[in-house]
């Protein structure tokens, strides 16, 4: 197990389309248990492998609060959404620091292989069904801030790499 680097907003390598994942192997079990001890690391609760800079369709999410439930979705697939939505306050491991409202559809039918490679499908609504919508749209490589206004859109951009030039400074 390894903690990865986390590609943080506006890297371009964050707007890079998944690719489906082709075998649940020896590999793909790997990067399973190396986002789960970044996300858990992180204080987060989903990563999708987008943001550790590898473009295939695999997230990992757990809302637990004792984070002990993680949450294993691959090839993840939305089968039925609400047209009911919810506007709620949301954050990113690739964009430290910054929370927004995003509307999302409150439920959610979504199927997936889960780690073991076996077909699942899930119904999730609430937090989870944020959550997951989250993190799909970074297979495709959207980031949340994106649903914001453009004016929002800069300051948050201009703000990251204002704070990527004071580190690369220190
Ligand atoms: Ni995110």
């Not at 990865?4 to 399973?32: E, K, N, S």
Request: net charge negative; aromatic share 4%; glycine share 6%.
């Amino acid at each position: 197990m390894a903690l990865l680097p986390i590609l943080t907003y506006p890297d371009p390598r964050l707007h890079t389309v998944a690719r489906p994942v082709q075998a649940v192997d020896a590999r793909i079990r790997g990067l399973i248990a190396d986002l789960l001890e970044t996300m858990y690391d992180a204080n987060g609760i989903g990563l999708a492998a987008t943001q550790v800079d590898v473009h295939e369709r695999l997230i990992v999410i757990d809302i637990s609060e004792e984070r002990n439930q993680p949450l294993v979705l691959i090839n993840p697939e939305i089968v039925w959404a609400s047209d009911d939505t919810q506007l709620g306050d949301e954050g990113c491991l690739s964009v430290p620091g910054i929370y927004d409202g995003v509307e999302r559809a409150r439920s959610i039918k979504v199927r997936a292989l889960d780690g073991e490679g076996q077909s699942r499908e899930l119904a999730a609504e609430g937090m989870l069904a944020v959550c997951i919508q989250h993190e799909m749209d970074h297979l495709l490589g959207k980031v949340f801030v994106e649903y914001l206004s453009p004016l929002k859109r800069n300051r948050i951009k201009n703000k990251m790499l204002k704070a990527r030039r004071d580190t690369e400074r220190v």
